[in-house]
């Protein structure tokens, strides 16, 4: 079924590779199932060898689907006039040595049937877009790792199109270009366009994506928006309180996760659920205490991620 | 449109490659070279230039087909070229044909060079021109088209060392294939005549291309046989085209 509003839609897709001599079967991807809705900005999130680029290179008809569908922009994936409509950028791009970077521009215009006129256009003001006005005319063998993902970028929006899809993107990249990137991405949604793009780097996951999809060892262990994601997992609560007796305080025996922390003229007491905060705050208020603030301390990215990495992997969980 | 964008590219690859120069100047300067071994001989000097001419030409032009041929496509996908190529919206088949064509045009233009270095020295030493040379040369590009047919049909599924292998053991055994046809007579059985029958008909036999020894000797061959060997080299070309574009039309690129 092609949902028609969809920017990306896969149902049950998998993929299995052959290894080795005796051409052993491994499954790589398992049945994912996604929706990524139109003008969005989506996150692919998993560790190395989760399925991430395997997923995207069967989005972009590199390799083909064992079993299941893919869709973009409502049409069949490997059709020419879908195909018109997006951008690409592979991870760890690498393009020919010989051409120059209006060159490669140049070239790409012309496999996506643009004209002269079009293509001479837009070539510039694209280059100085992605910051590498400069090096128009550099042989491609000369341009530095995060040079050569600039011209990526470059390439993938050559034809002005309605999705994109970034392999890796800040990859290579320093943080003023990581940041560059983040705020070209972001123009990019605000232009109505749909950004689908997979990363490890997660601080970048955080600052622009709308929704994001964790995949670990090729199955889809979660969508959706980022926020309530994290908002249903309180990882503690603190309550700050002013600085009291700290043998008078263990003497209440409350229900802390941690010890009490003595900072600054007032005490952190930590706690695990809101049970636990009743009691805790009972018992305070009923000797007297001063409580300076409660704030609910929410998991990170980082820290959900490295759980869902290691429930998957089956190791224990450390520190909580 | 599209076909071109790849075929230009392709080209321009090529002649910005410095290992093609090396062996165009190397085959200039071997056919240069026949002039001395043609100043040995008497009377014989342009059957010498000429025939150790068209043999460099030959000889070098196949180097080219063969070792710019089997990385057409095995490097686009190696230096992972090719994903930005494919996820624009052109088909696989055009890909292909446009690394042929591409190749195809290198070819073009070293024949010509290496012709034309030919057809001077020969003038030098005849005191005209040996126009017959050019049907000679004509014959020698269609070889090698055949040849670069081999090297991107081995290319589209395997690597560039077993292309390799594959596309020259070819070309010798299509220089030899009369001779599988007279080995076919020596079995009594009917299925093992057949079957080598079969090989002889099916593997590429380049003898189709090869005049030069009536073309030196001042003759052309007749108007029918050269037809028939256009045809036979057009259409043999156009096989291994397209058996090349469905060997690449479902390849995973890994």
Known sequence: ????????????????????????????????????????????????GAGKTTTIKLLMGLIFPSSGEVSLLGGRAEDPQVKSRIGFLPENPYFYDHLTGSELLDYCGRLLGMDKASREARILPLLEEVGIREAAHTPLRKYSKGMVQRIGLAQALINNPELVILDEPMSGLDPIGRKEIRDLILSLKDLGKTVFFSTHILPDVEMICDRVGILMKGRLQEVGVLEEMLEARIRSIEITIEEVDLQALSRLDLPLSLPPLQRGGKILLSVRDEGALQHVLSGLIAEGVRIVSVVPQKETLEEYFLKEVNLSSGRPLEGR | MKVLAISINTFK?????????????????????????????????AKIIQDLGLSCISIFGTLIAVFLGIGLVYKEIEKRTLYVLISKPIHRAQFILGKYLGLALVLLTNVAIMGTGLLLLSRIYLGEWPWRLLVALAFTLLELLVITGLAILFSSFTTPTLSAIFTLSLFLIGHLSPDLRLFAGRFSRPAARLLIELF???????????????????????????????????????????????????????
């Open chain 1, 1 to 48: 079924m092609i949902v028609d509003t969809s920017a990306i839609f896969t149902q049950d897709l998998s993929k299995d590779f052959r290894f080795g001599f005796a051409m052993r079967k491994v499954r790589v991807l398992h049945g994912l199932s996604l929706e990524v809705k139109r003008g969005e900005i989506f996150g692919y999130l998993g560790p190395n």
């Open chain 2, 13 to 45: 690859e090529a002649v910005r490659d410095r290992i093609l120069y090396t062996l165009l100047i190397f085959a200039l300067f071997m056919i240069g070279s026949s002039a001395l071994l043609a100043s040995l001989s008497t009377g014989q000097d």
């Open chain 2, 200 to 254: 002889y008909y099916l593997l590429p036999n380049f003898r189709h291309f090869h005049f030069e020894s009536l073309i030196i000797n001042g003759f052309l061959p007749d108007g029918i046989v050269l037809f028939q060997s256009a045809c036979y080299g057009l259409l043999y070309g156009a096989a291994l085209l397209l058996l090349a574009m469905l060997a690449f039309a479902r390849r995973d690129l890994k």
